[in-house]
């Protein structure tokens, strides 16, 4: 599986877009990039996946380069409970997901 | 339903004791997982079930036991733990081999005294 470097952290206003960066730089044409997230306590959430084109759901946007080394999640109006650890992911099937260390989120009033 | 239930939500045990964790899943998933999560890191991959056989075992210490009765449900047998066991335990489900969604539960938190 293709490695995915994530920043440590990121604070967002209450309101505003919440951008969380992800480099895949060495992902292979059959790889799907997702993303979970996960709130204090709770086991973690599937926000949204994709291949090639972007993608949107009623949780948020994930925008794919079109060399597909980087993508961004999009949370377009954050508020106070989209404070979590975001995890980006690399697979080719939803299979055996292995954790890296993630973006925590801290969306400030 | 798409939930996956796991019990119990909190356990305490002995070194020496003998416990459970369950967890039970109704989507027709034929995949199932179990995660070990410590407090500030990511959840870590324990062990796969795909098709109820054991298909991933991450070099877990024999003193964790999996098993997996039928398609809807998943057991972690624990024995002879160590304090530094203590954590969040998750387990997931998914369809197998296709692109989609991870189901967690909400994760069972084991405290080994």
């Known amino acids: 599986d293709a490695k995915t470097t994530q920043p440590p952290s990121m604070d967002c206003a209450e309101g505003r877009a919440a951008n969380l960066p992800c480099n895949h730089s060495t992902i292979s044409g059959n790889e799907y990039v997702y993303w979970y997230r996960q709130i204090h306590s709770q086991g973690p959430q599937y926000i949204i996946h994709?291949?090639?084109n972007n993608e949107t759901n009623e949780m948020a946007s994930l925008i794919i380069t079109e060399d597909r080394k980087s993508s961004t999640l999009i949370l377009p109006h954050a508020t106070l409970r989209d404070t979590a650890v975001y995890y980006c992911i690399v697979r080719v099937a939803v299979g055996d997901m292995r954790f890296g260390a993630g973006t925590r989120l801290t969306v400030k009033p | 339903d798409t939930e996956v239930t796991q019990t119990p939500k909190h356990l305490v045990m002995g070194m020496t004791n003998k416990k459970s964790l369950k967890c039970e899943q109704h989507?027709?998933?034929?995949?199932m997982y179990w995660y070990k999560q410590k407090a500030k890191k990511p959840p870590e991959l324990m062990f796969v079930y795909s098709y109820e056989k054991l298909s991933i075992n991450e070099s877990v210490p024999s003193r964790f036991s999996p098993e997996c009765p039928n398609s809807s449900l998943l057991n972690l047998h624990l024995h002879a733990l160590q304090p530094e066991d203590s954590a969040l335990y998750l387990c997931?489900?998914?369809?197998?081999?296709?692109?989609?969604?991870?189901?967690f539960g909400e994760g069972s938190r084991l405290t080994v005294l």
């Open positions: 989507m027709g998933h034929r995949a």
């Open positions: 994709g291949l090639k």
């Open positions: 997931a489900s998914s369809a197998r081999g296709t692109p989609g969604e991870l189901f």
